[in-house]
């Protein structure tokens, strides 16, 4: 203590913000944020002032108006008459839709690509060197627009497949029609429905995964008995008539059947058309971020150390048992950080979908209703929010389950 | 993080909104060149030629305004805008003038503010099919596949048309004419639609035009006018009275032949007030006297502009129909220069 009441003390002055060195950082930092927040205010009065005399009034109101546009993709009812926040939404659908399929597609393609470049096989290992180092090093706008043009070019109109004598053909016993603006499938129906497609569909799928249970249940049984008894009962049976048996009544019992498409008038009626923009977009997305995925992959699995594989050699493991159960699994510590940047990359890219006239978010409200209605600002202003909810949204799920797959120590 | 969103958006308002206030025409007068907005690329009404000169219909509202204004129709920067991003150049201020066959609707003139400055081309919105569809009517394309370019009137009018007909169609929403030929020309729709005139400029440009036929559908009113910004009533001026300047030169049959014949001195005291030579009417909105014979040098009276670029006898071939003068049964009608 007496020490320090005998220590001098220093008189603070002014001059001591600039040259005493505990104080100088301090100092600049304060400097630097007032100087910053000069910067964003004159900023910002600049745009309020020439707003202001532009006689621009930000409103919001034009998304109760109605929209009055068409929509050539969408997985929720939408028309005409509805209004342009249904559009924004049809928008909002169609991007979270193209960016889930993007993302599951990319993550098996890079997976694959990264595991096989690490092949002994020299072939292969070449093949997907050459397949990363294509596609990552072209504009992704130029392969979307290169897929698409050949899907359009290279595919027959609606109207070859008509007469008696067609110039094209329908695949698979006349189900299946491949055209230059979209791909005719058939449809499922029900003749005896509960109410919708979808209330159908959702009760085939509960049905489905109640049978994976109780076939489950059985399994375990089986494992059960087997381990008192040392006589694994025979469930081979049980399991075919609980998974299939069930599955395949209630679909009788509705009266399940394909709607196939018909060429009627100037395109195929009945079935579903899936539109050629969304396989480019698809595929595009997928094989370009598939690239990057491959590479982090490729880097993660030689992080792993080589004592680990030749240990599970040792062991006896087969190299494909030793890629999934003891590489990968470490190897997806690394892998996973960078894999988050990926999938914001792909959703972000997915934005490029206007030019090829698949109808996301950007083509939605920051194409046709910023248009119609002139709302520049506002427009750009809700994408802007829209898309950092989505991104750190997807950050918020991939940093959950990079902290379920992280080393845990204990 | 909408706090950050927020002022990101502010500083790209500010940087773009930041137009100063001195008068459109003391700024193209001091800058020395006029900017004016054109098409990307619709043959007859705006296309770079094979030097990279650009010329056409709407090109030539360019120079007329440039030459009243700069004395020199060349002293012109074209910037070429979408059907998008159109209105943003002009209300950011980036271009003075926006020809680019822009229909005039109350919308854009009052909500968007902005200033028509008067219909140089009465247009209506039409389709265009393969001849061998066997399609004569619009009525009979129920079920089609439709190119429309988006950001357009046309899209609007495409979805009532279908509508009020209970008819059903798919839009496939394009950016650009180029990329809505490629789309047409591969079959991916089975109709174009857009104004009539832009159609025949299309078709125009095809390797096999005849193979195309427009069909006799006129289903909406597009009444093309070039705009600026509203607010600068003096300019707005300017553009209105050099459009009406040329259309009234074919009126009084001033063309870019006899100009300098006439500007000697007529007996028709209207054509004198126009040319400059009696009175001094530039004075009025500060330009000099001979502002309007400046203008139709340019490129001739608006009969020439529209013989030379889209008329019967260019690739297009539109008729003249309702853009004649009103002496010919037509629309086209200068107010009085007096």
Redesign the interface.
């Known amino acids: 203590m007496a020490i320090t009441d005998n220590a001098p003390k220093a008189s603070f002055r002014l001059g001591m913000l600039l040259y005493d060195a505990r104080y100088r950082s301090i100092t600049i930092q304060i400097l630097f944020l007032i100087a910053l927040m000069l910067g ?1 205010g ?3 009065s ?3 002032v ?2 202001d ?4 009034v930000p409103s919001f109101s034009f998304l109760t108006q109605r929209a ?5 993709f969408k997985l929720i009812d939408y028309t ?1 008459d509805d209004t342009h926040f249904r559009a924004l939404l049809v928008g909002l659908v169609n991007t979270l839709f193209i960016s889930a399929l993007g993302c599951i597609t990319a993550t098996i393609i890079g997976v694959t690509a990264g595991v096989l470049r690490l092949s002994k096989n020299w072939v292969i290992a070449r093949l997907m060197t050459l397949y990363v180092e294509i596609f990552r090093n072209v504009p992704l706008l130029l392969w979307l627009l290169v897929i698409f ?1 050949i899907l ?2 290279a595919t027959p ?1 609606p ?1 070859a497949f008509r007469g008696a004598n067609p110039a094209a053909h329908m695949w698979l016993w006349h189900s299946v029609a491949v055209t ?2 979209y791909v005719a499938l058939p449809a499922p129906l029900f003749s005896r429905s509960l109410g919708s497609v979808q209330t159908d569909m959702l009760t085939l799928v509960a049905v489905i995964i109640a049978s994976l249970l109780v076939n489950r249940f059985v399994v375990h049984r089986a494992s059960a008995v087997q381990y008192a008894t040392g006589v694994r009962p025979t469930t081979w049976w049980k399991s075919l008539l609980i998974l299939f048996v069930p599955a395949i009544a209630l679909l009788v019992m509705l009266g399940f059947h394909f709607e196939y498409p018909v060429l ?4 195929f ?1 009945g079935g579903i058309q899936a539109p ?1 923009f969304v396989f480019a977009l698809w595929l595009g997305l997928s094989i370009y971020t598939g690239t990057y995925i491959a590479e982090i992959v490729r880097s993660g699995i030689l992080a792993v150390s080589r004592g680990q594989s030749e240990a599970a050699y040792a062991l006896g493991l087969r190299p494909g048992r030793t890629m999934s159960l003891v590489v990968l699994p470490q190897a997806l510590r690394v892998i996973v950080p960078p894999m988050i940047s990926q999938f914001l990359n792909l959703t972000k890219n997915s934005t490029l979908a ?2 090829i ?1 698949y ?1 996301d978010l950007t ?1 939605t409200l920051g ?2 209703t ?5 709302r ?2 506002e427009c ?2 809700l994408m ?2 829209i898309y ?1 909810i989505i991104s ?1 949204l997807i950050s918020l799920a991939m940093n959950l389950f990079n902290r379920s797959v992280s080393l845990k120590e204990r | ?2 706090r950050t ?11 773009v ?3 100063a ?1 001195a008068s459109t025409l003391d700024e193209v007068k001091a800058r020395g060149v006029l900017n004016c907005g054109v098409n990307v690329g619709l043959v007859g009404f705006a296309a770079p030629d094979a030097n990279g000169k650009w010329t056409g219909f709407d090109v030539a509202i360019c120079k007329a305004v440039a030459a009243a204004v700069l004395g020199d129709p060349n002293k012109v920067k074209y910037v070429p805008t979408t ?2 991003t159109r ?2 150049s002009l ?1 950011s201020g980036e271009i003075d003038l926006l020809a680019r066959n822009s229909t005039w609707t109350f ?2 003139d009052v ?3 902005f200033t028509f400055t008067g219909v140089n081309y009465y247009d209506g919105q039409g389709f265009m099919v393969r001849k061998d ?1 066997g399609v004569t009517s619009a009525k009979e ?5 439709i190119c429309i370019q ?3 009137t046309t ?2 009018n ?3 048309y279908f ?1 009020t007909h209970k008819m059903t ?7 650009t004419d180029a990329e809505g030929k ?2 047409f020309l ?5 109709a174009y639609t857009t104004d009539r005139s832009g159609l025949a400029a299309l078709r125009a440009g095809f390797e096999k035009p005849d193979d195309y036929v427009i069909l006799p559908e006129v289903i909406s009113k597009e009444p093309l006018s070039p705009l600026v910004r ?2 600068d009533d003096q300019w707005a001026d300017i553009v209105r009275w050099t459009e009406n300047a040329l259309i009234a030169a074919e009126e009084y049959g001033i063309t870019s032949a006899n100009i300098e014949e006439m500007a000697k001195g007529t007996t028709n005291p209207e054509i004198n007030r126009i040319l400059g030579t009696e009175g001094n009417l530039g004075a009025m909105f500060g330009l000099d006297k001979e502002w309007a014979k400046r203008a139709i040098a340019a490129s001739g009276n608006y009969g020439e502009i529209f013989e030379a670029n889209i008329g019967v006898s260019t690739p297009i071939g539109l008729a003249r129909g309702l853009n004649a003068q009103w002496t010919q049964g037509g629309l086209m009608y200068a107010p009085p220069f007096r």
């Open positions: 964003l004159w900023l910002a600049n745009a309020v020439n707003l005399k532009m006689g621009y009055g546009y068409d929509i050539s005409h043009a359009t070019e109109a109207n230059n603006r009627k008038g100037f395109n009626s050629n206007a030019a006239s109808p083509a194409g046709i910023l248009n119609q209605t002139g520049a600002l750009v202003l802007m929010m950092l750190l | 993080m909408n969103v927020f002022l990101g958006a502010l500083t790209v308002a500010g940087l909104a930041s137009f206030s059907g998008e209105f943003t209300s919308s854009r909500d968007l503010k569809l394309l129920g079920g089609a596949t988006t950001g357009t899209e609007l495409l979805a009532d509508k169609y798919t839009p496939i929403a394009i950016k490629q789309q591969a079959g991916a729709c089975d509203q607010g």
